[in-house]
């Protein structure tokens, strides 16, 4: 399901800033077109690093599921 996402997976926040080094959150899809989120940094030029992956929440995310939902709207 990760590896889906992933490879069919777009860039929807980037943390330079990241005390675990440079990482991003990308929404993607499972081959069963669950929405997942999945946060990755850069281990090398060949590899990459999963910090976590998840099923994004109705509570916190937009119907797009690219944009948080604003403290007035939980």
């Known amino acids: ?4 996402a992933i490879e069919t997976g777009v860039l929807i926040e980037s943390y330079p800033n990241d005390s675990r ?11 069963e077109d669950r929405p997942l989120h999945v946060v ?4 090398d030029d060949d590899e990459l690093l999963i910090i976590t992956a998840y099923e994004p ?4 995310w937009k119907s797009d599921w690219q ?8």
């Open 57 to 60: 929440s109705v509570t916190e």
């Open 67 to 74: 944009t948080r939902k604003g403290g007035d709207e939980l």
């Open 40 to 43: 990755c940094g850069k281990l």
């Open 21 to 31: 080094g440079p990482s991003c959150l990308l929404l993607g899809y499972s081959s």
């Open 1 to 4: 399901m990760i590896e889906c």
